[in-house]
């Protein structure tokens, strides 16, 4: 049994310009210990992905409107709010994408902490102090037992992240969803938080789901990528596979424009040209139909189905055989 499944996935919201349709049907699993990429352009909806999860979607003007997240074989939609409460923080860790508002600025880094492993672990005092220090220095902190004194703003952004992902791991959880801040850190930093959540995950066994921009450095990291786009699941490989042979057109503009770790393609980076749909108004047929370099007359009007088109890989593109053939990328490697 996967630890986390979740099924035809539907996340709305009520605006008066419309139903933004943020998660509009996704459906993928995580294994215990699996590390996860959900990658996509701003606003394809990967935080209300993951809040969905945990269940922290504002009401109004939010709605899970349908689907299914078991997790180790519950339907969190299903629980009341006592249960999943026990789950958050307890079974679940949660990384928010603004480290500086999850951190509260007036208390010490080390206050923080040792009021989570308190709650959540029943550690009190020195034990609570020995065990934070442990924490910061599990994820590459220098020097932590020091810096437990310390506030947020004498951290770096890289650091507050660190720290964040010490605090979501407080409790042992069997998934963390770590919502990474990319756009504030540099590519070397993010590899290098990349990095102390794919040890983590191999140490404890813990999944995790690592949302960012960035398809180049998360490639590197992760097991499995799932690429969004427009509120869909539109690609998922392993992620080799996915570097190596993309198959949806969207994919392959994105391995064009991030910036990669490793140096084989001296290529320039080509942003994809034009801007993703309006949610609330999305076009009949493929979404990323508009900015498509293969695109055809039947893509405008049906969408193309998820379907297997390599070993453990699926894409929803009408045009994947063309664009395997075709694709710059697969063609470099
Ligand atoms: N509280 C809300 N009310 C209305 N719309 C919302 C709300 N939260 C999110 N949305 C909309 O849902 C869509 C998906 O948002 P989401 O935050 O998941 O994007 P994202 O992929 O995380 O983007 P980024 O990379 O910029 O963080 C966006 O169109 C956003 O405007
Ligand atoms: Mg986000």
């Known amino acids: 049994m996967a630890l986390l499944e979740v099924k035809d996935l539907r996340t709305y919201f009520y605006t008066q310009e419309g139903v933004v349709k943020a998660v509009d049907g996704t459906t993928y699993s995580v294994e215990e210990g699996e590390v996860l990429g959900l990658v996509g352009e701003s606003g394809c909806g990967k935080s209300v992905s993951a809040l969905s999860i945990l269940r922290l979607i504002p009401q109004p003007p939010g709605k899970i409107v349908s689907g299914e997240i078991l997790f180790q074989g519950r339907d969190i939609l299903k629980l009341d709010e006592d249960a999943i409460r026990k789950i958050r923080g307890n079974d679940i860790g949660m990384i928010f994408q603004e480290p500086m508002t999850s951190l509260n600025p007036v208390l010490t880094i080390g206050r923080q902490m040792t ?54 791991m407080s409790c042992n959880p069997k998934l963390l969803l770590a919502d990474e801040p990319t756009t504030a850190l540099d590519v070397t930093i993010q590899a290098q ?11 404890f066994g813990t999944a995790v789901i690592i949302i960012t921009h960035n398809l180049g450095v998360v490639a590197r990291y992760a097991d499995r990528v799932n690429v969004m786009y427009a509120g869909k699941v539109i690609e998922t490989a392993t992620a080799e596979e996915l570097y190596k042979n993309p198959k949806h057109p969207y994919t392959v503009g994105l391995l064009n424009s991030v910036p990669r770790l490793d140096e084989t393609r001296k290529m320039k980076l080509q942003p994809i040209e034009g801007l993703p749909p ?35 890989h699926y894409a929803a593109c009408w045009e994947h055989e063309r664009v395997k053939r075709e694709a710059p990328i697969g063609a470099t490697s």
């Open 115 to 168: 009021e989570a492993i308190e709650l959540h672990m029943g550690m009190r005092g020195q034990a609570a102090r020995d065990r934070a220090t442990e924490l910061l220095e599990m994820v590459g902190i220098p020097e932590a037992r020091g810096r437990l004194d310390d506030y947020p703003h004498q951290f770096s952004g890289g650091m507050r992240q660190r720290v964040m992902i010490a605090m979501a």
């Open 193 to 203: 938080i990349l990095e102390v959540m794919n040890r983590l995950s191999e140490e």
């Open 278 to 312: 309006d949610l609330a108004h999305l076009p009949p047929g493929c979404s990323f139909y508009a900015r498509c370099e293969w695109r055809v007359d039947r893509c405008q009007e049906e969408y193309p189905p998820f379907e297997l088109v390599g070993d453990n």
